[in-house]
């Protein structure tokens, strides 16, 4: 992982202010590195920005494409801001299908108003999974079948989405932690034992910071509610799957190339795991962490522990380690003044086998922070 | 396939209990459970199964474990897919892991389990009781406390022969501002009260009407359907408003408030009630009223409900006045009870809402805030483990509160027949066809014995 931070100090200033490579190497932001940063004068616009660097994973593809998102701030770090992507032109943020040299265009820099000398971003990407096109088959009622409003399954022709190849972790979590958490914002009394959440929060109001332990950094992000993974997304630019996503990130469409070209057909489209339909710990072998000490992890595994078993696109634990918050909810009037009830899929590494499948779910408070829980993000 | 996971599954002591069920009423069988009963000795550690996980059991299971004196020892549920959300509520409060289970018989042999916590559908909240019962275990059960009156006087019968503690799951029983409005009625202030509303008036939306499906991996249905029929499975709460399952929307609701007004009132079982309403606006499939109005009469005092479940301008007392020193909105709280006395007037609200007086005059003379007693009613419970003593919602209180929910789907089962009802032979003296629904037909070998 390397974020990247720049000050412009002058017209013209090329400067590689900072790289920094955290402890956990792969913990799941992708390696970004060789950051440039120029401010150039156009003839008729003002002046753009131009950003290069190289993004060095080598498994970034169209069918896996990297996520760069970039952020900034005005005021030395103390305020930080998503960069919309509407400013941006080249072939370097949102989706990037290959890995190489990559230059990012960033217009209208003065028309909008921001001091350019003054500014600092930093730039990360997340490994991404695309889900084409096309239909599915549902076999799970959103919200569980418990939501009385919803009389029928969801339409389950979806267009082409993305998803997060892997669980969110404690070091990406950290990261947002230090950057927007300085005053504790994204923390919950929850994750104060650091042996069990895998963050140490040092410091006093407004000056958090936050590190990882040890051996954590790739482990999910755990007792985070709803509205913390809801965060944490936004700032990415992400947000949680619907249920329908995430269902069909799980088990993939009728054809996994897409309803566009309908050339591969899905062998199991109405598979229970990821894999296929063999048990989660069929023939002896473990394909993803459920309860048990049999799949060799007690307690949560790093993600992408069991990559040779993830979905037919290739999205890693999906089944089992953490269960995964994802956007349906569902209410009653029976909770009346209670914000609904969130859905989480997927199961945990204390389900049993059965609860780690394709349909089951559980219903949760969203301001739940749980042990249990984490999320991923998707981007449409 | 190794093992990976601590199911406990029944031994061979399975087959002696299925035995005994379906053949019950054989006074052997009897004397081999009485020779088991084995009585903890209440300690300062209560040594608790859970019965249900479902977000009731989780909720209640979590405020059980809270408390340093209580360690979960089972978590039961007919569904393996509810157990990761239990397990992980334990974590947090006890080192130690409970066993599960999807059998609860399981838990009921074990001898080193104190009291069992039942939070199933109702359909279970009586076989589950009197077993626990027979089992030596005492039992906090989920209100309403079961679906027939023949089912409540068994329950009675069985907490009273195995001497258990029961507490039933009206925690208005433990509110402070319940005791005060009783002990003001009963001072006589309120004068003679000779009317009593109960209101139940919901903006429910449609069950679910899934399809048939096989029934899924980790699901006991044979278990969770137990005493009532073994329909084809179909997903969701279809269930809720089916004569064999459940008392309906209306009556495992309402229960609480007519817990309320009869503690208050301090009466007993009614001389009669009549019905009216029924099925008039869903179109779901539901066999239990979705719009009721009953009346029950009592010497000098008529008791009336009304409830409905398709009533948009009524909400359940919010969240963020339970627990507050505000008071709902009284015109549209859904969940309100209005005393009428020949000196005043009396309103109090269920889930913390407090209540209020209003003399001849209409002014106010008396009001207090109240509080949700989910704790307190879980802290007494263990108390009585303790000290043996009756508990604040006991099961012959509670069989009667039942009684009245039951009397009142009686009535519409009969065409909304005027009933008269002999607490003595528990039957109904003008109708044969109702005296039907006193008892329930249920299956083998989930068969509740005459004699418990």
Not at chain 1, 78 to 99: C, E, I, K
Not at chain 1, 230 to 249: I, N, Q, R
Not at chain 1, 279 to 295: H, K, Q, S, T, V
């Given at each position: 992982m390397i974020i990247y931070m720049n000050i412009f100090r002058s017209i013209f200033l090329v400067m590689i202010v900072l790289l920094w490579f955290t402890v956990n190497a792969f913990s799941q932001w992708l390696d970004i590195t060789d950051v440039k940063i120029k401010k150039e004068m156009t003839e008729m616009a003002g002046p753009e920005i131009v950003i290069e660097y190289d993004l060095e994973s080598q498994d970034i593809s169209e069918k896996s494409p990297a996520y760069v998102f970039i952020r900034?701030?005005?005021?030395?770090?103390?305020?930080?801001?998503?960069?919309?992507?509407?400013?941006?032109?080249?072939?370097?943020?949102?989706?990037?299908?290959?890995?190489?040299?990559?230059?990012?265009?960033?217009?209208?820099?003065?028309?909008?108003?921001?001091?350019?000398?003054?500014?600092?971003?930093?730039?990360?990407?997340?490994q991404m999974v695309r889900i084409p096109g096309g239909e599915f088959i549902m076999k799970s009622f959103p919200g569980g079948g418990k939501d009385p409003s919803v009389e029928a399954k969801p339409n389950t022709m979806l267009p082409e989405y993305f998803i997060s190849k892997n669980e969110t972790t404690i070091t990406m979590y950290a990261d947002y932690l230090n950057e927007m958490g300085r005053r504790g914002f994204g923390w919950n009394r929850r994750m104060k034992d650091s042996l069990k959440c895998g963050i140490v929060?040092?410091?006093?109001?407004?000056?958090?910071?936050?590190?990882?332990?040890p051996q954590k950094g790739n482990h999910p992000v755990n007792y985070v509610s709803w509205y913390d993974?809801?965060?944490?997304?936004?700032?990415?630019?992400?947000?949680?799957?619907?249920?329908?996503?995430?269902?069909?990130?799980f088990v993939g469409g009728i054809y996994l190339d897409g309803d566009d070209s309908k050339k591969e057909k899905n062998p199991f489209p109405e598979r229970k795991f990821p894999w296929g339909n063999e048990?989660?710990?069929?023939?002896?072998?473990?394909?993803?962490?459920?309860?048990?000490?049999?799949?060799?992890?007690?307690?949560?595994?790093?993600?992408?522990?069991?990559?040779?078993?993830?979905?037919?696109?290739?999205?890693?634990d999906l089944a089992g380690n953490v269960a995964e918050w994802t956007l349906d909810w569902y209410t009653t009037s029976f909770h009346a003044g209670i914000d609904g009830f969130r859905m989480v899929r997927g199961g945990s590494r204390i389900d049993l086998p059965v609860g780690v499948d394709a349909v089951s779910g559980a219903t949760q408070f969203p301001i739940k922070e749980s042990n249990i829980i984490g999320f991923r993000g998707v981007k449409k | 396939m190794c093992i990976y996971y601590q199911l406990t599954i029944r031994n061979m002591k399975t087959i002696k209990r299925r035995e005994f069920l379906e053949t019950l009423g054989a006074a052997s069988a009897y004397t081999v459970l009485s020779s088991n009963i084995v009585h903890a000795a209440p300690s300062d550690k209560i040594n608790l199964g859970v019965m249900g996980l479902g977000g009731r059991g989780v909720y209640m299971m979590e405020r059980f474990v809270k408390r340093p004196d209580v360690e979960v020892v089972y978590l039961c549920d007919v569904d393996q897919r509810r157990f990761s959300v239990a397990r992980e509520a334990v974590s947090e409060y006890q080192d130690k892991e409970p066993k599960l289970t999807q059998d609860f018989r399981v838990m009921l042999d074990d001898p080193n389990v104190d009291a069992i916590y039942i939070a199933t559908p109702d359909h279970w909240h009586a076989l589950g009781t009197i077993m626990a019962c027979q089992a030596g275990k005492d039992v906090y059960v989920e209100k309403p406390l079961c679906v027939t009156p023949w089912e409540g006087k068994k329950m009675v019968e069985a907490a009273k022969k195995y001497n258990r503690v029961i507490q039933v799951g009206s925690q208005s029983r433990s509110s402070q501002y319940v005791d005060d409005a009783a002990e003001y009625v009963r001072s006589g202030k309120l004068g003679d009260i000779h009317i009593a509303r109960v209101y139940h008036l919901m903006n429910l939306n449609n069950n679910h009407t899934a399809k048939e499906e096989p029934v899924p991996d980790g699901l006991d249905y044979e278990m969770w359907c137990g005493p009532a029929p073994k329909l084809p499975y179909r997903p969701g709460t279809w269930w809720r408003d089916m004569w064999d399952f459940n008392t309906g929307s209306i009556g495992g609701d309402i229960y609480h408030q007519l817990d309320i007004a009869r503690y208050i009132l301090d009466k007993s079982d009614p001389k009669s009630v009549y019905s009216s309403g029924g099925v008039q606006y869903f179109k779901d499939g539901r066999e239990i009223p979705d719009t009721l109005l009953a009346e029950y009469e009592y010497d000098k005092l008529t008791l009336h409900v009304e409830a409905a479940l398709w009533t948009p301008n009524y909400i359940k007392t919010p969240f963020s006045i339970r627990d507050s020193d505000q008071y709902p909105n009284w015109e549209f709280n859904s969940t309100k009870v209005e005393l009428l006395g020949t000196e005043g007037f009396l309103r109090i609200g269920r889930h913390g809402g407090g209540w209020q007086v209003f003399d001849a005059q209409g002014e106010m003379v008396i009001s207090e805030y109240g509080r949700q007693t989910n704790e307190e009613h879980i802290g007494n419970f263990i108390d009585c483990i303790k000290t043996r003593k009756k508990t604040n919602s006991n099961v012959e209180d509670a069989r009667q509160s039942a009684l009245l929910v039951q009397m009142a789907n009686i009535s519409s089962r009969v065409g909304n027949q005027k009933l008269l009802y002999d607490a003595k032979t528990n039957n109904f003296t003008n109708s044969k066809e109702a005296n039907k629904y006193v008892r329930r037909k249920d299956r083998k070998p989930w068969i509740i014995p005459e004699t418990v």
């Open positions: 900034f701030s005005q005021d030395g770090g103390t305020h930080w801001n998503l960069l919309p992507l509407q400013y941006l032109r080249g072939n370097g943020f949102d989706m990037v299908s290959s890995a190489g040299h990559k230059k990012i265009y960033w217009w209208g820099v003065a028309e909008l108003g921001f001091d350019i000398d003054s500014m600092e971003i930093k730039i990360r990407g997340l929060r040092e410091g006093l109001d407004p000056d958090y910071s936050y590190s990882v332990k993974a809801v965060s944490f997304l936004g700032w990415c630019g992400l947000t949680l799957p619907t249920e329908v996503m995430w269902e069909k990130a048990a989660p710990d069929g023939d002896d072998l473990y394909r993803c962490n459920f309860d048990g000490e049999g799949d060799g992890f007690v307690k949560t595994a790093p993600v992408g522990s069991f990559e040779k078993y993830n979905s037919p696109y290739g999205v890693s | -």
